[in-house]
């Protein structure tokens, strides 16, 4: 069973930066970053194919937010720029261990999920 920590929530500025990081303890085919408000669901914001490294972003992050591996595809990075205050939400690292024909960016096939790290962007 593979385990998923994140880590580097915490507060920012708006229009400033932070990096979130996750690391799994096993194989994984895909990883996504979701992001979850009060009483809603989670959103699937980025996500990346852990073997090619393609990538598919949700329109409300594209263009700010970057989803990246490093080489032993263990660490996942997702490097947040030109942060708003409507990005303050609590951030989960989510990951698939098997091919599916589901969509790379959606919740679905996503069964293995960390535990969270808030992010807290100020105006």
């Known amino acids: 069973q593979v385990q998923l920590v994140e880590s580097g929530g915490g507060s920012g500025q708006a229009g400033g930066s932070l990096r979130l990081s996750c690391v799994a303890s096993?194989?994984?085919?895909?990883r996504a970053w979701f992001r979850q408000y009060p009483g809603k669901a989670r959103e699937a914001i980025a996500a990346i194919l852990t073997g090619s490294g393609r990538t598919v972003y949700a329109d409300s992050v594209k263009d700010r937010f970057t989803v990246s591996q490093d080489n032993s595809k263990k660490t996942l990075w997702l490097q947040m720029n030109s942060l708003k205050p409507e990005d303050t939400a609590m951030y989960y690292c989510a990951a698939r261990t098997v091919p599916g024909t589901y969509p790379l960016l959606g919740s679905r096939g996503y069964h293995t999920w960390g535990p969270g790290t808030q992010v807290t962007v100020s105006s």
């Open positions: 096993g194989y994984t085919y895909s």
